[in-house]
């Protein structure tokens, strides 16, 4: 797959860099890097690391103000759900980040630019290019348009109410609706032992009402209840 260019990478970031080369090193997985004979240019893990002190901080920043009168306990489980791999990647996709990694032959042929590990770790990639080149405010300016969409499904939940599971949130949902029970479906598992993906779809009396792919059945299980509960909005 050829790379899209800095210019178009920049377009579908929304951010232009003076130093492009942190842009080009956000989105280049080691996969790249170690086909590449000599060895050329970095890849983006070191810039993950730093991307999760950032997106800590901003996340962690907007929860206080969001929620003047949670406890501690409330804004860290808050915290981790905001931060966490499957609504990071999720993020992602919206960024149509996927179609921007430069990936090596090995993750090409093993729909690298669809795992929600890649993209999330390439999403945290991102924060930190933005923050080296632009500083703090940059960064935060980039995270809350990002994340944007968590953020307001957070506050139209209540803050609090989001702390139960997606899974035991539309069973709820679906038991006052319904008077039965949801079922979870596997219908797809792919990849190697150790990197397998699960597809699951949610049914209710026949019908899919969400789909949900993940590392784990029981994460594949989450998000499918996430997108039916969002269509019942």
Same mark, same amino acid.
């Given at each position: ?5 800095? /210019?178009?990478? #920049? #377009? ?21 890097? +170690?086909?590449?004979?000599?060895? %050329?240019?970095?890849? +983006? ?10 997106? *800590?901080?901003?996340?962690s ?9 949670? *406890?501690?306990g ?19 996709? =919206? ?12 993750e ?5 630019? /669809? ?9 945290e ?23 944007? %969409? ?6 139209s939940?209540g ?9 035991? =949130?539309?069973?709820?949902?679906? %038991? ?28 209710? +009396? ?8 993940? =590392?784990?059945k ?7 209840? =996430? ?5 019942? +909005?």
């Open positions: 797959m050829s790379h899209p260019s800095t /210019e178009v990478a #920049q #377009q579908v970031v929304g951010y232009v860099f003076r130093d492009p080369a942190l842009l080009d090193e956000a989105l280049t997985h080691k996969s790249h890097v +170690n086909e590449v004979k000599p060895k %050329q240019g970095k890849h +983006n893990e070191r810039l993950e690391f730093l991307g999760d002190a950032a997106l *800590t901080l901003v996340v920043e907007r929860l206080v103000e969001m929620f003047p009168d949670s *406890t501690e409330e804004l860290s489980k808050f915290k981790a759900r905001l931060v966490s791999e499957p609504l990071l990647a999720g993020a992602a996709r =919206r960024l149509d980040l996927g179609a921007l990694l430069r990936l090596g032959r090995g090409e042929l093993t729909q690298g630019r /669809e795992k929600p590990s890649l993209l999330a770790n390439a999403l990639a991102l924060v930190a290019a933005v923050y080296l080149d632009g500083g703090l405010e940059a960064a935060r300016r980039f995270i809350l348009r990002v994340l944007e %969409q968590e953020f307001q499904e957070l506050q939940h803050g609090p109410a989001l702390l139960q599971d997606y899974k035991t =949130r539309f069973q709820e949902w679906c %038991q006052k609706r319904y008077d039965t029970l949801p079922h979870y479906r596997l219908v797809k598992e792919v990849g190697p032992d150790h990197q397998k993906t699960f597809e699951v779809h949610l049914v209710v +009396n026949g019908d899919v009402l969400g789909v949900g792919v993940g =590392r784990s029981k994460e594949a299980e989450q998000m499918a209840a =996430r997108q039916a509960l969002a269509q019942t +909005n």
